[in-house]
């Protein structure tokens, strides 16, 4: 499918032209890239099967068509992240998302070195909650 999509891509943003020559109503030469050779050019002589052409001199027995397909160039580029926030955010999912499974150390204490404030009066008195 990703390669289908690559090759329409490519062929609507080319740009190329058919260059085509026609004698007596039948297709001569045609070419993609340049111009086509004429019949006189060609040496070749005029059928005799067409009823429209007598000669290969006459004015209107040979014609030339060009078809031109323009490339589209509308299309617009891929915004790259630039944002600042944008950036952040996926500095720290990933830090957090790798450190996720790490593993802790299962001899530290977080409390080891905590002190408990002093107290300077009873709570228990002072409020005078006693349990019985």
Known sequence: M???LAVTILFTTTSFTVDMHFCCN???DMTFFGKARTCTV???EKN???KHCTSIQEKDCCDSHTVVKEGDDTFQKSNTISEIKTLVFLNTYFYTYIHLFEGSDS???SFQTYRPPLISTDIIILNETFLI
Request: overall charge neutral; cysteine-free; proline content about 0%.
């Open 26 to 28: 039948q297709l001569v």
């Open 42 to 44: 060609m040496g070749q």
């Open 48 to 50: 005799d099967n067409s």
């Open 2 to 4: 990703s390669f289908f």
């Open 107 to 109: 001899k530290v204490i």
